[in-house]
């Protein structure tokens, strides 16, 4: 079993950044992947970036060049880094751990960004 807890979501002014942060509460250096995916009401869930246990990563175009993800292996944590944010980006963001053959899912954090 994995927990993961999400945190660093708010409120933000377009243009403005936020990093959130992804906590495990295991090691991640075994983990087959971690991502962040976003959902809007009455809409699915998805994928905003994914890094691979080798280190590579995986990107929306709506995001490309804006977001950022990242792990700290040492404390075993994914972040995602958020800059140049739109209002389209508000949503719920999530955290998602693959570990074979398993998926585990965070709480989910709430990004706000005001026009």
């Known amino acids: 079993q994995v927990q993961l807890v999400e945190s660093g979501g708010g409120l933000v002014q377009a243009g403005g950044s936020l990093r959130l942060s992804c906590a495990a509460s295991?090691?991640?250096?075994?983990?087959?992947?971690m991502s962040w995916y976003r959902q809007t009401p009455g809409k699915q869930r998805d994928l905003v970036a994914t890094?691979?246990?080798?280190?590579?990563?995986n990107y929306a175009d709506s995001v490309k060049g804006r977001f950022t993800i990242s792990r700290d292996n040492g404390v075993n944590t994914v972040y995602l880094q958020m800059n140049s944010l739109k209002p389209e980006d508000t949503a719920v963001y999530y955290c998602?751990?693959?570990?074979?053959?398993?998926?585990?899912w965070g709480q989910g954090t709430q990004v706000t960004v005001s026009s």
């Open positions: 998602q751990a693959r570990v074979f053959p398993s998926v585990y």
């Open positions: 295991r090691s991640i250096r075994s983990f087959n992947a």
């Open positions: 890094m691979a246990s080798g280190g590579s990563t």
